[in-house]
């Protein structure tokens, strides 16, 4: 076994809802083995108020929520990546900053909860649907043996957690 604790990135465009997201879940879910961060390339400066509501009502810290830009993980000092995930395909489709320290990267789109118009009800599913898909590929990512696979299988395996997962039921 190692101690060692994997960082790891999730990108998206707005950094306001996906990406945060999925930064709370790792961070709680992985606790030990994994500290997440999240940014945007376009980051809308504000995380999306129901992406708040919905952590605050699992029960997640939501201290650490703020919109930044991916460029402050490219930086001089920034934590060195281990893994670098895109979780909306407009971020995954853009050229990324050269990552110091070559991380593994995969794409794990999912539908933008923040886009979904409708009722509170209507948007408050959109929201909890995509926590859910994230907390499943998260799941997934965290039950992997990192250290005794070799970099080709986990960049395969990474893949496969992108793609769509088989429905319940």
Partial sequence: MTDRVYNVLFLCTGNSARS???EAILNRDGQGRFKAF?????????VHPQALALLAKLNHDTGFARSKNWEEFAQPGAPVMDFVFTVCDNAAGEACPVWPGQPMTAHWGVPDPAAVEGTASEVALAFADTYRMLAN???IFTALPLASLDRMTLQSRLGEIGRDLPRAG
């Fill in 20 to 22: 945060i997201l999925a």
């Fill in 38 to 46: 999240s940014a945007g390339s376009q980051p809308k400066g504000e």
């Fill in 137 to 139: 590929r998260i799941s």
